[in-house]
């Protein structure tokens, strides 16, 4: 049971809980940014904020987008990338279990670096069930580790109409990020700080999925650059600080 004093919430916590708000914003707004905003800014605040609450704050989010909308869900159009997301998600989870914190830090932040790059590719990669199954493979073993996968299957959907990606995207979260969670459930992957720090910051998903519905707060969206940039320099600092705990 949760003692009141462990829900409480410290000047940390109120900034941290402002970082979630704004990444929530921002992904409602323009459909990309929660992860690569908010999750390397956590981290440095506190390294337990990665991947499990991340990963739960982002699915919270992204089923109160479908309920908003009421859109049936096109399953079968990313069927293959929801099934390999599994061993991915796994291979994700078995990876956690053997990183000691500085080398999950150092992933963390290549990560960070190389979803930046891939955000500001600009590829012609087919949509086939093949290339389907290798993102969702890759995005569950990076999303399980770093919690940051949108990158990898947003390149795939690069041709296509935002109506199309951005309905696909939602459904592979929705559908695949429960996967994610359970697994490291299941393994053991979630402490109990990690669970406090995602029940104080649930209030953060709400609050800013309703302030994104403010035409007053439209400024409030970021352009694509500004995103991946602020994602470098955040990586940078999470890469400065892991490499500083082995000197």
């Not at 969670?181 to 999925?209: H, S």
Request: glycine content about 8%; proline content about 5%.
């Amino acid at each position: 049971m949760l003692s009141f004093a462990q829900l409480s919430y410290s000047a940390i916590d109120v900034l941290s809980l402002a970082i979630v708000i704004a990444g929530i914003l921002v992904q409602a707004r323009v459909g990309i940014g929660f992860a690569l905003l908010s999750a390397p800014a956590l981290f440095i605040i506190n390294e337990n904020y990665m991947p499990g609450p991340i990963l739960i704050l982002g699915f919270l989010l992204s089923l109160l987008m479908y309920l908003n909308e009421q859109r049936p869900l096109e399953i079968k159009t990313v069927l293959p990338a929801i099934l390999a997301r599994i061993p991915g998600s796994w291979c994700g989870v078995l990876t956690l279990a053997y990183l000691p914190q500085w080398l999950l830090g150092v992933i963390i932040g290549i990560s960070l670096l190389a979803a930046s790059l891939v955000s500001s590719v600009h590829a012609s990669i087919k949509l086939t069930r093949s290339n389907l199954a290798i993102a969702g493979f890759l995005s569950g073993f990076s999303g399980t580790i770093t919690s940051i996968g949108g990158p990898i299957m947003a390149l795939l959907y690069q041709a296509q109409t935002p109506a199309v990606t951005r309905n696909a995207l939602l459904c592979f979260f929705l559908v695949g990020t429960p996967i994610s969670i359970l697994l490291l459930m299941l393994a053991d992957g979630m402490n109990q700080e990690a669970y406090v720090l995602c029940m104080k910051m649930l209030p953060g998903v709400i609050i800013g999925f309703i302030l994104s519905k403010f035409k007053p707060l439209a400024f409030i969206a970021p352009s694509k650059k500004i995103i991946i940039a602020l994602s470098l320099f955040s990586a940078f600092v999470i890469l400065s600080k892991s490499l500083s705990m082995i000197l």
